[in-house]
T-cell receptor
Framework: DAGVIQSPRHEVTEMGQEVTLRCKPI?????LFWYRQTMMRGLELLIY????????DSGMPEDRFSAKMPNASFSTLKIQPSEPRDSAVYFC?????????????FGDGTRLSIL | KQEVTQIPAALSVPEGENLVLNCSFT??????LQWFRQDPGKGLTSLLL?????REQTSGRLNASLDKSSGRSTLYIAASQPGDSATYLC????????????FGTGTRLKVLA
């Protein structure tokens, strides 16, 4: 079975540019999570979707960040305009349900570098 | 506010040794606790999930225990192998927000051949 698929794997862009990260969750999973990982702050939850609806976006750092889930098989995380401090690894994860004891399955991440 | 701490931050052991990784959390009202493995340049792989009503879970050479009252979990790795080298993270799901995991900063393990 295919796991969580993220693209691109690496992204290098200049400050001020728009960045779009993509995620395809595991088929049949109704919960999707976007995380950011940095050396300083570790792994932080940015936003959580359940059945394509954003449930908790309290972790989104600023208005420059936005996320969408137009259907059950696709989500995007957009940064506009990007800044050097946004450099991090961004992970997408999905689970069968949001609550309960279902484990979260992670993609391989997008390593983002803003110059 | 739940805080999760993992000690040590890094560990280096010779092959074949049994070892214990530690995870502590400040709020004992948890729903479950999950141990993950992260290889360089990769995402997280779920190893074991312990529900709040359980004391331990086992998978192969891995055994995870949970003591809610003391706010601790341990991951025991038996007969370590070089392939076990990775970063191990624990994550706690609190009862107050059943979808959200709070992650520790991880223990970076190196098993020497």
């Amino acid at each position: 079975d295919a796991g969580v698929i993220q693209s691109p794997r690496h992204e290098v862009t200049e400050m001020g540019q728009e960045v779009t990260l993509r995620c395809k969750p595991i088929s049949g999973h109704n919960s999707l999570f976007w995380y950011r990982q940095t050396m300083m702050r570790g792994l932080e939850l940015l936003i959580y979707f359940n059945n394509n609806v954003p449930i908790d976006d309290s972790g989104m750092p600023e208005d420059r960040f936005s996320a969408k889930m137009p259907n059950a098989s696709f989500s995007t995380l957009k940064i506009q305009p990007s800044e050097p401090r946004d450099s991090a690894v961004y992970f997408c994860a999905s689970s069968l349900t949001g609550g309960g004891n279902q484990p979260q399955h992670f993609g391989d991440g997008t390593r983002l570098s803003i110059l | 506010k739940q805080e999760v701490t993992q000690i040590p931050a890094a560990l280096s052991v010779p092959e074949g040794e049994n070892l214990v990784l530690n995870c502590s959390f400040t709020d004992s009202a948890i729903y479950n606790l999950q141990w993950f493995r992260q290889d360089p340049g990769k995402g997280l792989t779920s190893l074991l999930l312990i529900q709040s009503s359980q004391r331990e879970q086992t998978s192969g050479r891995l055994n995870a225990s949970l003591d809610k009252s003391s706010g601790r979990s341990t991951l025991y790795i038996a007969a370590s192998q070089p392939g076990d080298s990775a970063t191990y993270l624990c994550a706690v799901r609190s009862t107050s927000g059943t979808y959200k995991y709070i992650f520790g900063t991880g223990t970076r393990l190196k098993v020497l051949a």
